[in-house]
């Protein structure tokens, strides 16, 4: 028999090549320190293992690493290089600057989602007006529940396209006059996150969750927003092109090639940016650029075509109830339920994302189990307050923490006051909102870029090198980008979803969750690492559940007491475990 591993005679034998050999077969201390003792403490047995890289002839042709290349780099619990943590708040000046380009990151989504359903719904300006306040009213509210309350995240909670669907069928059903049967359908589901996250079943189920499973669920909770980026951009490609290049160049560029000491290029890149082309945009439309465009494209790139300055009231406070009293109707209900699961999921993920940004550590599962909860509160205001649509985790405003550098609690607290605030002076919040879209759309392309990357940044604790790491990751995020292109195309051609019956509710509970990428990428890979060859030894390590072992509890680690315990000494009475 010929042997695989025998050593050419002809070859010298160098010092670097048994120095490599040597420390591949030792492997960890500790397992070196147990060989030791096994053999009486008189020596070091070792177990001969093949070197690759030391002239043998292996399948696959080897990847040891020689003895003088340089270590990989090491995982770190917490994202280095964050200018303010969670904690760590900056000056009050640049605070209040900071909490409001937050504040104007996320008005994109808060005034797209009423513009879409508005309409339909048979209102005007005046009634779309009304709902942004309201919709600005409530996520302003949620986002300081949240922050001090939830996770304790840096987290901005804002509109969420998922409900759109369940909320147009309930318009196109004929239902639509008072009462209100999108309210009541908003407050029975936000049971499901109340209960699921306050009762702790919530934390049962993410207490399995693995870095080599939280990969796909979170990057795919930006990647997979990619039909709200370039595309919007080239609605209008004249405006929202120069916005994202000078977005680029500004925060990228400029912030090392100029040397101010005060950070202002990548932290207030987007207000610089947006100032500079709405300038730009609004030239051209009082230059007449657009007097002969087509209408689609004076919407998309005219400064004057929102209709929200003069619609909107200078003055006006939201209130409960205030298009009406609430109507509940079984079907709707579920399908709204589904809705409120899949943004359950999206949500999670935009909690890690939001965790490693702003520099604290891994969320122990009770406190993602306490967010989730706060967060159903906040669909159960939506529905009281008659936003038309939920809440959730706002995905671009994580991306701004990216962006900016700075993770800190206090900054998205101001950001929640700029929300309120404008929300009831309503000609001065409307001037913001009217915007032009493709401007937002350019934003979008890099702050769900950096979410993404977020996501992914959770491979450096899983061990690439392994088959079933590949496969999985692979496998999720392939089938997390194919199926919902399936069912989104296939609604786009016909005008309704691959499974289509009388039932509009019992359509959506189907349609909805799987054209959800984050949603489909995310339960695939929880059910394939938590099912496949888990009882192997190397698999624990291969999947990285070993790092976050020390964040299994909330007790196990200091730090989660510094960045997740609620305010007002309230954990002696709420206690996190």
Not at 104 to 122: C, D, S
Request: hydrophobic content about 45%.
């Amino acid at each position: 028999m010929v042997n695989r591993y025998a050593r050419d005679e002809a070859t010298p034998i160098k010092k670097a090549d048994l120095a490599e050999q040597d420390a591949f077969v030792r492997g960890p201390p500790e397992e070196e320190a147990a060989t030791a003792r096994a053999v009486g403490g008189g020596g070091q047995a070792r177990r001969w293992r093949p070197s690759a890289g030391s002239g043998n002839k292996m399948a696959g042709g080897g990847g040891g690493a020689k003895a003088d290349e340089p270590p990989p780099h090491p995982p770190k619990d917490q994202l280095p290089n964050v200018s303010y943590c969670i904690t760590s708040p900056p000056p009050w000046p640049e605070a209040i600057l900071l909490g409001f380009q937050h504040y104007i990151v996320m008005l994109g989504t808060t005034v797209i989602i009423p513009t879409a359903l508005v309409p339909q719904m048979g209102g005007g300006n005046v009634e779309k007006a009304k709902v942004i306040q309201t919709l600005l009213f409530v996520a302003g509210l949620n986002t300081l529940l949240q922050s001090l309350f939830g996770t304790r995240l840096p987290a901005v909670i804002g509109g969420s396209y998922t409900f759109v669907a369940p909320t147009i069928a309930i318009i196109l059903s004929g239902r639509w006059s008072d009462p209100d049967p999108v309210m009541g359908a908003m407050i029975i589901a936000s049971t499901l996150q109340i209960v699921l996250g306050f009762s702790g079943l919530w934390r049962n189920i993410v207490r399995f969750l693995s870095p080599l499973s939280a990969v796909p669920l979170v990057a795919l909770a930006g990647f997979g927003l990619y039909e709200f980026g370039f595309p919007g951009v080239a609605k209008c490609v004249e405006i929202g092109l120069p916005q994202l290049v000078f977005l680029i160049i500004i925060s990228q560029y400029l912030s090392h090639f100029i040397h101010s000491g005060k950070n202002i290029f990548d932290r207030f890149a987007v207000l610089i940016s947006v100032a500079i082309i709405w300038i730009y945009a609004h030239i051209l439309t009082v230059g007449g650029a657009y007097n002969h465009a087509a209408p689609k494209t004076q919407t998309s790139c005219r400064t004057d075509r929102s209709g929200l300055v003069g619609a909107a009231p200078w003055i006006r406070v939201p209130y409960p109830f205030q298009w009406g009293a609430p109507s509940f109707d079984a079907g709707e209900a579920f399908a709204m339920m589904m809705a409120a699961f899949v943004t359950l999921i999206e949500s999670t993920g935009g909690f890690i994302a939001v965790s490693r940004y702003a520099s604290a550590t891994h969320m122990p599962p009770s406190i993602l189990s306490r967010g989730i909860g706060w967060q159903g509160i906040g669909i159960l205001l939506s529905g009281i307050f008659g936003t038309v649509n939920g809440s959730s985790v706002s995905i671009e405003n994580a991306g701004l923490l990216a962006l900016t550098r700075v993770g800190s609690r206090r900054v998205v607290q101001i950001s929640a006051g700029f929300m309120i605030f404008f929300s009831i002076l309503g000609k001065f919040g409307a001037i913001f909102a009217s915007i032009p879209a493709p401007i937002v759309a350019a934003l979008y392309c890099l702050f769900f870029a950096y979410v993404g990357a977020g996501g992914l940044s959770y491979l450096q604790f899983c061990n690439l090198n392994s088959f079933r790491t590949k496969f999985i990751l692979g496998f999720s995020f392939f089938l997390g980008l194919s199926v919902p292109q399936y069912f989104n195309e296939y609604e786009a051609i016909n005008g309704y979803g691959p499974v289509h019956t009388s039932a509009r509710w019992f359509n959506n509970m189907v349609n909805v969750p799987f054209s959800s990428e984050p949603f489909v990428a995310g339960i695939l890979a929880y059910f394939l690492d938590n099912t496949l060859h888990k009882k192997d030894s190397s698999v624990r390590k291969d999947r990285g559940k070993h790092w976050w072992d020390k964040f299994h509890s909330f007790k196990t680690d200091s730090r989660s007491e510094e960045f997740y315990s609620l305010p007002f000494n309230l954990n002696k009475y709420f206690p996190s475990v």
